[in-house]
């Protein structure tokens, strides 16, 4: 969905596997990179051939996901179905409060090496989020029920939390 994103931007779009991202980013073979947290592009080293970078980052929101088998969901009596929902709330919670803690320490060290956090302005992400609503939003949406399904969910959750009308 970023790959369409960053196309219909006018970006040149080249999917890589991760560990080819910092030789690409080295040799020249890309000029950037769509890439996690400032800790995750500091731990690929991204720091030693990239000045500058996005922060905070231009999505809406950060989240990690657990995937199941539905029919083995189905399966689970209501109460481990609690259980398992708590818990992964819990490690979500646990795990971007990490990631915090480790972005600070990773914006202090690229501050230190001279690497330049690059900030959007609100109405340039506001602009951004009503331009992915408008136009990759719907069309992922319409591959099928299920999509259909998480981009309205996604939707509603976005007006709920104030980061969109």
């Known amino acids: 969905m970023t790959a369409d994103l960053l196309a219909k931007l006018g970006a040149g779009v080249v ?10 980013l080295d040799k020249g073979v890309i ?11 500091l731990r690929m080293g ?11 980052e231009y999505r809406s929101l950060g989240m990690a996901d657990f995937t199941v088998n539905q029919n083995q ?19 979500n919670q646990d795990t971007l409060q990490q990631i915090a803690l480790e972005d600070r320490e990773a914006l202090r060290a690229m501050e230190a090496k ?3 956090a690059t900030s959007w302005q609100r109405e340039d992400v506001q602009a951004l989020r009503k331009f992915v609503r408008q136009t990759v939003w719907p069309e992922w949406a319409a591959k099928s029920p299920l999509s259909r399904k998480m981009h309205d969910s996604q939707l509603k959750w976005l007006k709920r939390i104030g980061k969109i009308d």
Request: net charge negative; hydrophobic share 40%; charged share 25%.
């Open 73 to 91: 969901w189905d399966r689970l009596p209501d109460d481990i179905k609690a259980i398992v929902e708590t818990a992964i709330r819990v490690w």
């Open 46 to 56: 991204f720091d030693q051939v990239a000045k500058y970078f996005i922060y905070p």
């Open 31 to 41: 000029e950037g990179t769509d890439w996690g947290t400032p800790s995750m592009n």
């Open 15 to 24: 999917i890589l596997p991760g560990g080819e991202v910092y030789s690409a």
């Open 114 to 116: 001279g690497i330049k």
